[in-house]
């Protein structure tokens, strides 16, 4: 296999599983392994995907956890919001963002997550979650989007302010059709 090939294919399993922590499975590090073997440089390839991030991003970044991100402990979530404002006053260059669905996650009892980033004309929503909660599912009821089960996405077309009120609204009617489901 050419080296390019093998490079591309590594940095796609790479970002597509962020950084083998998601949509893993035992045929992806055999995988890793044939792309390791054909000369990938992994430390490089992930330095240069991984790191390497404008100031502005990284103070982005601690905006983002340190001002918008809320905890809804009720529903082990959390979620941040970013404002085409605060995206713009931060220079935002699209990829930016890449990774901040994630951060949350890092929490103790947090395993459903969600960013939105307000763009022109709509929201963009990024959904990710680490036990059995479907964000599949979930966006495509209420975000108009899709994904895989653990890494999903979408759109919403409400005002920036109402964001909060409908995620949370959104959660509880899930976990209520969850409950219900138990139930029977």
Known sequence: MPYIVAKSLYVGMMTDTNNFSNSVHSSTFRMAYDLLEAGVD?????????????????????????????????????????????????GYCEGDTEGFVNMP??????????????KEDYIRVSLRSS???????????????????RAAGGKLYIPVGEVPQYFEKSLKAMFDKQKRAQDL
Do not use: P
């Open 131 to 149: 036990d059995d909660f479907s964000v599949n599912k979930f966006s495509k009821k209420y975000f108009n989007g899709a994904g895989h089960e």
């Open 42 to 90: 992994k430390e490089t390839l992930q330095l240069k995907v991984f790191g390497g991030f404008s100031e502005e991003r990284m103070r982005l970044m601690g905006h983002a956890l340190l001002n918008k991100m809320i905890i809804l402990k009720e529903y082990g979530a959390g979620f941040i919001i970013l404002t085409k404002e605060e995206l713009d006053q931060f």
């Open 105 to 118: 996650l890092n929490i103790k009892g947090i395993t459903i997550s969600a960013l939105f980033s307000e």
